[in-house]
């Protein structure tokens, strides 16, 4: 048996699964793990609104449809993801910077 995937996905990665990308055979990949109910995404709490702006700026590129985004965001709204608080993270996230110097 393998270990259940945890890991943390933003918005960049996430609209490939949308978006025809070079890296969404690995987008896909990834999202294959739901099949796992053991797996955890988790993605920051700003997440959704980033996912739909995107989608806004590539209608307005007429790159795609109003009609795919309103189908995708109820397929984004239906992946098993797990909402974390940044503002809960900031305080980790500065140490590790200043740990790393990063």
């Known amino acids: 048996m393998t270990t259940p995937l945890r890991c943390v996905v933003d918005t960049s990665v996430c609209i490939k699964q949308f978006i025809a990308d070079p890296l969404t055979p690995k987008v896909n990949q990834l999202f294959d793990h ?23 700026k590539y209608v307005r590129a007429g790159m795609y449809t109003a009609a795919e985004v309103q189908t995708d965001l109820v397929t984004l ?22 740990t790393h110097g990063i």
């Open 34 to 56: 739901f099949a796992n109910p053991q797996t955890e995404i988790f993605i920051p709490d700003l997440f959704y609104i980033e996912c739909a702006n995107t989608f806004w």
């Open 77 to 98: 709204k239906a992946f098993p993801l797990r909402v974390v608080s940044t503002a809960d993270l900031m305080a980790d996230a500065v140490n590790i910077a200043l």
